[in-house]
């Protein structure tokens, strides 16, 4: 009886084409809809969850709360103050250093470029690794030395000395007043998407490069802020709430004084804002659900006045009145569904096509197709039971009289 029933519903959803096509526009749009946003959503949240997985899950940033309002000298850090942290908990961090960096011209005969230089130690390389294609990273000697030597990105060597291989090749830069020749130790390659590379600031006018961080910060320096990396067993919040305590009694301060930020904290907040942000404006595109249900609803009603006639001869033929519901019920389940179906492989199209455009992985769910096809299919059904029921209520006397 349903194979019937979806036989005679495809019949006059094929008899008028066009009219079904315009009934299921709404679904698709609002379907399609639904869809790319929940997925562009997902995108997201999976590209910043790999942002944050990219620069460390497990690093951190504690610096003197910019609330505090007598600062003093002593608050900021030294590098004796790493060394004190180390020794204390060396057992559950990688890496620290004095998070420094710089901005400068660099220049090589007769080409000059801006290039943002960071100072890491030797180590870095262990926590946040770059492919090193020509030469070498930095070592312990040339952090201990304080040795003018350039770990330098790939595009950048390209544009300041016209070739990759810049191994051994020179420039001069001034850093914080002091101006000396650079000697290009390395050569390495960081891959990232469009994405990452706008979030972390990356711009192909400027170059960037790794220097020993003993360039940046002298024995006696103050630096505003320290960065470090935990173990990856480390309890962060555990880790960060007695590291936090023991600055602010080095420093002879309150925890309350003292800012530190971490990764995983960040990342945390983010995925909350954008999984709230895909919630919120999915539900308002599903909006158009409820615009393309009422289309069903008023098209089906179209419908029964027009097949009275035909009503009226199936119910004189035996038809019983839960056989017309039925069959009304399932020609509205059907324009949804098929509606449905035409919007995911529009909004999948669209996402995909998005995604090799922008050289992005994009995220799509199974679950949510299968949920939006069967939503669709429901909306059908609901919006469809008040035409279906005044169809199978006609009395066949007055249907076999309407003209």
């Known amino acids: 009886m349903l194979i019937e029933n979806m036989i005679m519903a495809f019949h006059a959803i094929r008899a008028n084409k066009m009219r079904s096509f315009l009934t299921m526009l709404g679904i698709i749009i609002g379907i399609g809809s639904v869809i790319s946003i929940v997925s562009i959503g997902d995108t997201m949240r999976g590209l910043f969850s790999d942002l944050y997985k990219d620069v460390g899950i497990t690093q951190a940033y504690i610096s003197i709360g910019y609330w505090v309002e007598d600062?003093?000298?002593?608050?900021?850090?030294?590098?004796?103050?790493?060394?004190?942290?180390?020794?204390?908990?060396?057992?559950?961090?990688?890496?620290?250093?004095?998070s420094a960096s710089a901005s400068a011209d660099a220049h090589a005969g007769r080409t000059t470029m801006k290039f943002d230089f960071s100072g890491v130690d030797y180590n870095y390389q262990d926590l946040q690794p770059v492919t090193i294609l020509h030469g070498r990273y930095l070592n312990e000697g040339d952090i201990l030395g304080r040795k003018t030597n350039v770990v330098m990105e790939k595009q950048s060597a390209v544009k300041l000395f016209g070739t990759e291989n810049a191994v051994g090749k020179t420039f001069r830069t001034t850093l914080y007043g002091n101006t000396d020749e650079y000697t290009v130790v390395g050569v390495y390659e960081k891959k990232m998407n469009a994405f990452?590379?706008?979030?972390?600031?990356?711009?192909?006018?400027?170059?960037?490069?790794?220097?020993?961080?003993?360039?940046?910060?002298?024995?006696?320096?103050?630096?505003y802020a320290c960065r470090l990396f935990a173990k990856s067993d480390v309890d962060m919040s555990d880790f960060m709430n007695?590291?936090?305590?023991?600055?602010?009694?080095?420093?002879?301060?309150?925890?309350?004084?003292?800012?530190?930020?971490?990764?995983?904290?960040?990342?945390?907040?983010?995925d909350s804002v954008m999984g709230a942000l895909s919630a919120a404006v999915g539900g308002i595109a599903a909006i158009s659900l409820l615009v393309g249900g009422i289309g069903i609803m008023n098209i089906m009603l179209v419908s029964v006045t027009e097949r009275t006639r035909e009503i009226g001869i199936r119910k004189a033929l035996g038809a019983r009145t839960r056989d017309v519901l039925i069959q009304f019920l399932t020609e509205s389940a059907i324009l949804a569904a098929c509606g449905g179906t035409i919007g995911v492989i529009f909004a999948v199209s669209v996402v995909s096509l998005g995604g090799i455009l922008l050289n992005l992985p994009v995220v799509i769910k199974p679950g949510i197709i299968l949920l939006a096809v069967s939503f669709s299919a429901v909306v059908g059904i609901f919006f469809g039971i008040y035409p279906a029921s005044k169809a199978a209520k006609a009395d066949p006397i007055d249907a076999l009289r309407y003209e």
């Open 242 to 270: 007695r590291l936090m305590a023991f600055i602010a009694k080095m420093k002879g301060r309150n925890p309350e004084d003292f800012s530190g930020q971490t990764a995983i904290e960040e990342m945390g907040t983010v």
């Open 71 to 98: 600062v003093r000298t002593s608050d900021y850090f030294t590098l004796d103050d790493l060394e004190r942290i180390k020794r204390v908990f060396g057992d559950e961090i990688d890496y620290i250093d004095s």
């Open 196 to 223: 990452q590379a706008l979030m972390m600031g990356v711009s192909s006018d400027t170059g960037a490069a790794f220097i020993p961080y003993t360039l940046l910060t002298w024995p006696n320096d103050n630096f």
